[in-house]
């Protein structure tokens, strides 16, 4: 189980990236030899960082049996991030014109028409002041704290505080649905997946387990079906309804002739989702850097620093506007990956070796959390699952104000307890130095 995330991360990222080659957009790409050495460098210095984490001295195995302080804790957490899942759905839910269980219904049929409401309620600025959003999004952390907890502590939470998260991940899930969106789908599963590896892998007797991770595995299966199923009909509608069947990857004539035209634009859709966004890459590499003023990574700190600091930006912008304007590549209707946005602040050679410290931390807090069960490695491996799965996409964790405050949250929190660790090691050391003396 020590490389079982690895694994997975690797499998993801590169088989995306081959996929990529498999598409007809691999044939508009000017510089594959320089897009090939940045990938596969930025993806070996991952995994470069990911093992170097390993080959540390692992720290003492704290038995998953919880203090009653600590399940206390923890269900404090799960009850005031489903209250703040439930306020924070009602208030964009009515925001953006639903008005009943039927609205939302009507746009999982028709997510076409949800997705073109969402961006008009975007252009008339709606939800940018809403005093309700400003006061929650400080309490970001809050957004990144239910689904984890709910599935690694299922079976210390009583019934009515987990019917409680259940009601916060459908109202949140709703929303999604309601405006056409994979994104907050998505998340759910991302965590709900990251949630199960560290339920299970955390699990110090065997027996009976293998039956719990066959339905572990069924769940998330099944989660990723649906996601996948919602996907292709969302795209699908989209397609038709915006005329833009074919924009990016090409229809399968014989997936066609099978599952109409449709599905089939939906499924292409679907294969291009990943894949694309290296071609936004090969783009971005062939211009020189320009920094950011350190806001390019994150379009959401940058708008918050526009709005509150005055800040202008227009002549520093991150690497996909100014590809959009050399090249033509939409920087807000088409992806480019994660680089670019880091590169806007890092360069690119910054943006590969940042890619190590994240594997280095995703082992660190994948290993916490699986010896101890503790509420911050937990939760910050779960968020770098999401950072991960939208490697061939973009930096996720700054597109949203919520997530920028929830991952800089717990970053600070995993850094006083690294320091606290630190301190408690050196004074015990220090004890055992004493008492060799005596």
């Known amino acids: 189980m020590t490389w079982l995330p690895l694994s997975l ?65 923890v269900r404090q957490l799960v009850l005031a991030s489903s209250v703040y899942y439930v306020v924070l759905s009602l208030t964009r839910l009515a925001e953006f014109g639903a008005t009943g269980p039927q609205s939302v219904w009507a746009s999982i049929q028709a997510p076409a028409t949800g997705y073109l409401n969402k961006f008009d309620v975007y252009q008339q600025g709606v ?75 955390a699990v110090r007797h065997r027996r009976r387990t293998r039956s719990r991770r066959r339905r572990a595995l069924v769940l998330v299966a099944g989660a990723f079906a649906l996601l996948v199923a919602y996907m292709i009909h969302s795209h699908a509608t989209r397609a038709t309804e915006f005329g833009t069947t074919g924009a990016l990857v090409q229809v399968n004539p014989a ?26 890459l090969s783009y971005n590499l062939q211009l020189p850097f320009e920094w950011s003023r350190g806001l390019g990574s994150s379009p959401s700190a940058a708008i918050f620093a526009e709005q509150t600091a005055g800040v202008d930006l227009t002549d520093h912008p991150p690497y996909p506007d100014r590809t959009e304007h050399e090249k033509g590549w939409p920087a807000r209707m088409y992806w480019a990956t994660i680089y670019p946005w880091l590169a806007s602040d890092l360069t690119f050679p910054g943006a590969a070796l940042f890619m190590g410290l994240v594997g280095w931390l995703f082992a660190g807090s994948w290993r916490a959390a699986v010896s101890s069960r503790r509420v911050v490695p937990t939760l910050i491996f779960a968020q770098l ?54």
């Open 9 to 73: 991360a690797l499998v993801w990222m590169l088989g995306t990236f081959g996929a990529f080659w498999l598409t007809g957009l691999a044939r508009e790409v000017d510089n594959p030899g320089q897009l090939c050495t940045f990938v596969i460098g930025a993806t070996a210095l991952f995994a470069g960082g990911y093992a170097a984490q390993m080959s540390r001295r692992p720290p003492p195995v704290v038995a998953p049996t919880h203090s009653t302080d600590r399940i206390r804790r």
């Open 127 to 201: 939800g940018n002041t809403s005093p309700w959003m400003n006061l929650l999004f400080p309490l970001g952390v809050l957004s990144v704290a239910l689904v984890p907890l709910l599935v690694v502590h299922w079976r210390s939470l009583p019934t009515w505080l987990r019917l409680a998260g259940l009601v916060g991940i459908t109202l949140h899930m709703a929303f999604y649905l309601f405006i056409g969106t994979t994104k907050g789908l998505g998340d759910v599963v991302i965590m709900l997946a990251a949630g199960m590896l560290v339920a299970r892998a």
């Open 255 to 280: 997936v066609e002739r099978v599952v109409g035209a449709p599905v089939a634009e939906g499924i292409a859709d679907v294969i291009g989702y990943p894949t694309h966004g290296y071609l936004g």
């Open 385 to 438: 699952c999401i950072l991960i799965v939208y490697v061939p996409a973009n930096n996720q964790l700054g597109m949203a104000p919520e997530s920028i405050v929830g991952m800089a949250t717990l970053l600070a929190l995993y850094a006083m307890q690294a320091l606290s660790n630190g301190q408690r090691q050196l004074r015990a050391a220090q004890d055992r130095h004493r008492h060799t003396w005596r």
